[in-house]
């Protein structure tokens, strides 16, 4: 297959803030495209990255003599890695507002914490995931439910650049070790690596650090602190609980799910689509695809938040919120390709305790659509 650039829904919002920001910060899990996007929708700026460690030097030796090669502006990759270019470019746009800085990075404690602090109001921020199905639908690739959990959504595999059992090896090896180093002193990789597989092993469940630290045999500060380093180099994502001030005994806790299912495939041991059909962790995997089909969905419209789960004390569970309005569309999750009834019961659990909240109902499943149903039946490929 021909290598190809695919295009990204968040293109517009970037488009849009461009004109009104004179910094642009993108941010996101390495490899999700974040420079290439970039770079294509402003040609004529010029490019550097920070990853390249002639150039790093040189940017963190004389900042202002590195900037000023720029006179119009640039885009400047991975720029958690020389930081103290941000006050710099800080003072160039307010002196000159018209030059526009369009920065990348890949490590939200790195870079969100220095660009708040240098670019208030002069910046607009964006995260950008791998891709989503719709990004993907003109493609002519195998869309079979199994092959998409197998792949992935990284645009390396959708472009024709790289296959899911080369690409997720050395993506663990070259970028998330190597992170993990630069924001932990991690002596024991093996064990870090086994926390990986077995956050994996819960997708979709009730994140508990006590139980990983019993399992992994360390303190639970530290399974916490490591899951701060996956959430922040957008590896993994935490659903929060719907939750209200009654006395409604609701779950607190939030769910674990990764921003891709191809990367937790591989560290499930998953090695092919065929594999995938009659493994244990399908059902979860594909719950994993819809939540973060929803979550691309709000970032490339430029928003975050306003997505939850219900779950109360009986197990009546909801498996995701989309805030609406004042109210919420309710959302259930079967890898089944045949509908049954009971799938809708824990929205109906949730429409009679809070009927004023609901808004839209759906079941996304992996059989065909039925969309004029009071609860909106859609197959895995027309998520709204």
Same mark, same amino acid.
């Given at each position: ?103 990348? =990075? %890949?490590?939200?404690? #790195? ?8 670019? !208030?109001?002069? *910046?607009?921020?964006?995260? $950008? ?74 997708? =979709? %469940?009730?994140?508990? #650090? ?8 360390? !303190?639970?500060? *530290?399974?916490?602190?490591? $899951? ?75 928003? %975050? ?80």
């Amino acid at each position: 297959m021909a290598i190809q650039f695919i295009k990204r829904d968040l293109s517009a919002a970037i488009i849009e803030a461009s004109m009104y920001f004179p910094v642009i910060t993108l941010t996101g899990p390495r490899q999700s495209g974040k420079s290439t996007l970039l770079r294509h929708l402003f040609k004529n700026v010029p490019y550097t990255s920070m990853e390249e460690l002639d150039t790093r030097e040189i940017a963190l030796t004389d900042p202002k003599a590195f900037l000023k090669r720029f006179d119009k502006g640039v885009i400047i990759d991975e720029v958690q890695r020389a930081p103290e270019l941000l006050s710099y470019i800080q003072g160039i746009v307010d002196e000159y507002p018209d030059r526009r800085y369009y920065l990348t =990075g %890949s490590s939200q404690f #790195a870079l969100l914490k220095n660009v708040t602090q240098s670019l !208030a109001g002069r *910046t607009a921020v964006f995260e $950008l995931l791998p891709l989503s199905m719709r990004e993907i639908e003109d493609i002519n690739l195998d869309k079979d439910i199994d092959s998409i959990l197998y792949n992935g959504f990284y645009p390396a595999i959708w472009s024709g650049k790289n296959i899911p059992k080369l690409l997720y090896p050395n993506y663990v090896k070259t970028y998330i070790e190597r992170d993990v180093r630069d924001l932990l002193n991690i002596k024991d990789l093996d064990k870090f690596q086994r926390f990986l597989r077995l956050c994996a092993a819960r997708i =979709g %469940s009730i994140f508990n #650090a006590s139980e990983l630290s019993n399992e992994l045999g360390i !303190a639970a500060n *530290t399974v916490s602190s490591w $899951l701060s380093v996956l959430q922040a180099s957008y590896l993994v994502y935490l659903l929060p609980p719907f939750y209200t001030n009654t006395r409604k005994r609701l779950t607190k806790s939030p769910k674990l799910y990764f921003t891709d299912c191809g990367l937790a495939a591989y560290l499930l041991e998953i090695d092919s689509p065929a594999v995938m059909n009659h493994d244990k962790m399908r059902g979860h995997l594909f719950e994993n695809y819809v939540v973060t089909q929803y979550l691309k969905g709000e970032y490339n419209r430029g928003k %975050s938040g306003g997505m939850y789960f219900y779950r109360d004390s009986n197990g009546n569970e909801v498996d995701l919120l989309i805030k609406k309005g004042a109210g919420y569309d309710c959302i259930e999750i079967k890898s089944a390709e045949t509908f049954h009834t009971d799938f809708t019961k824990g929205i109906e659990k949730f429409e009679k305790e809070y009927p004023e909240l609901v808004k839209d109902k759906y079941v996304i499943y992996g059989g065909e659509s039925m969309p004029d149903l009071p609860v909106k039946i859609i197959n895995y490929t027309e998520i709204p």
